[in-house]
């Protein structure tokens, strides 16, 4: 594996570097850090405004695809299985009846059938200040949000439609930690960062980074509701609301831990992988079969071929990818083995700050006509 030299602008990757200083003049962030990767070279790997290459971002719903590998990875253990029903795996049944059958793969590919988004952390600090006690942040505020999910109705039969719910990764989460018995951050690091290196990929870094790491944390601002700027914990409510460790959001990592992790799902998809099968590989980044038209793999997006997708117009039918909500992107073209790592704070400055919504796919493109002229 190979690192260059830092680029400059004007240079190689000079369109993209100026795109990305623009963002930070135009206030779309903070900071940035793009890197990109062809097969093993990584020919840029730069940061903008307060960023530095090591800065460790909260990288929201990029927790998806993480926590995705860790239920293969337990699956290759024949601890769980695709298309085992989920309902076996939760301490408690879904009170709505047809939530029987929803199978791990409906969660994975969000074609389980629940609802998208729900603000679980109000209800729980609305139980706080009337039991006059403390519940957000802790395990049995955690157990409610999941209990809470378990008593949502379904907006449709599972498998029959496809809606992104973090709901459903809640559910997810919360199956593998019984499954294995651990909890998610241990099993993180046990399964994926430990084998990986990804040395700063996980849940809380604040519990694992001595004082002058912390410098490392990029922040996505103040927090009206926690009184807090949120610096090391999530920015999503719900994640914060069950402990800052969740299936759907919560893990923090940097933008070479995310290569680390896409480059073992493209070695794994070869059958060369370190601790993914090829068939694990494979199924977590194709796209799944019901219902016609889905997007979704079991764990990954993919780009839209309709529309302005945010991975740009150069990654092509079978990439695959997964977006953040606080800024962060990881999009992965297998066919040429290219990977590009795009981590931002763009939250920072408001959760409606749009700026990087029409900069980010011009990264992309600029990027991807550097590595493939």
């Not at 962030?29 to 890197?35: C, D, F, I, K, R």
């Not at 378990?150 to 809640?170: H, K, M, N, Q």
């Amino acid at each position: 594996m190979t690192v260059p030299p830092a680029p400059e602008e004007g240079g190689r990757f000079g369109k993209a570097i100026g795109l990305l200083r623009e963002g930070v003049r135009a206030k779309a962030y903070t900071a940035a850090v793009l890197l990109a990767a062809r097969g093993e070279e990584i020919p840029i790997h730069w940061a903008a405004g307060d960023a530095r290459l090591s800065s460790v971002f909260d990288v929201a719903s990029l927790t998806k695809p993480l926590v995705s590998a860790l239920f293969f990875l337990l699956a290759q253990e024949g601890k769980v299985s695709p298309e085992e029903k989920i309902p076996e795996y939760l301490p408690s049944k879904p009170l709505d009846p047809s939530a029987a059958e929803i199978r791990f793969s409906h969660l994975l590919s969000h074609t389980s059938g629940l609802p998208a988004w729900k603000p679980f952390h109000a209800d729980v600090r609305a139980a706080e200040d009337r039991e006059g006690r403390r519940l957000l942040g802790t395990s049995e505020g955690h157990d409610r949000i999941v209990s809470a999910v378990l008593a949502v109705p379904l907006e449709a039969a599972p498998g029959t439609s496809c809606v992104y719910s973090d709901l459903g990764f809640i559910l997810l989460g919360r199956a593998i930690e019984l499954a294995a018995f651990q909890p998610l951050d241990r099993l993180m690091k046990r399964l994926l960062g430990d084998p990986l290196q990804m040395r700063d990929t996980g849940y809380l870094p604040m519990s694992c980074m001595s004082e002058c790491e912390t410098g490392r944390l990029v922040s996505t601002g103040y927090s009206e509701e926690r009184g807090r700027e949120k610096l090391g914990e999530p920015d999503d409510e719900n994640a914060a609301a069950m402990g800052s460790v969740a299936g759907h959001a919560g893990a923090f990592s940097t933008a070479y831990d995310l290569f680390l992790f896409a480059r073992e799902v493209l070695r794994a998809r070869r059958g060369e992988g370190r601790i993914l099968s090829r068939q694990s590989a494979l199924a977590m980044s194709t796209k799944a079969a019901l219902p016609p038209g889905c997007p979704r793999t079991l764990g990954w997006d993919t780009p839209d071929p309709g529309g302005v997708s945010q991975a740009g117009s150069r990654f092509p039918e079978g990439s695959f990818g997964h977006l953040g909500y606080t800024g962060c992107s990881l999009w992965i073209d297998p066919s040429k083995e290219a990977v590009v790592v795009l981590l931002t704070n763009r939250i920072y400055y408001g959760k409606q700050n749009d700026g990087l919504k029409k900069l980010r796919p011009l990264v992309h493109d600029a990027v991807m006509e550097e590595l493939f002229p």
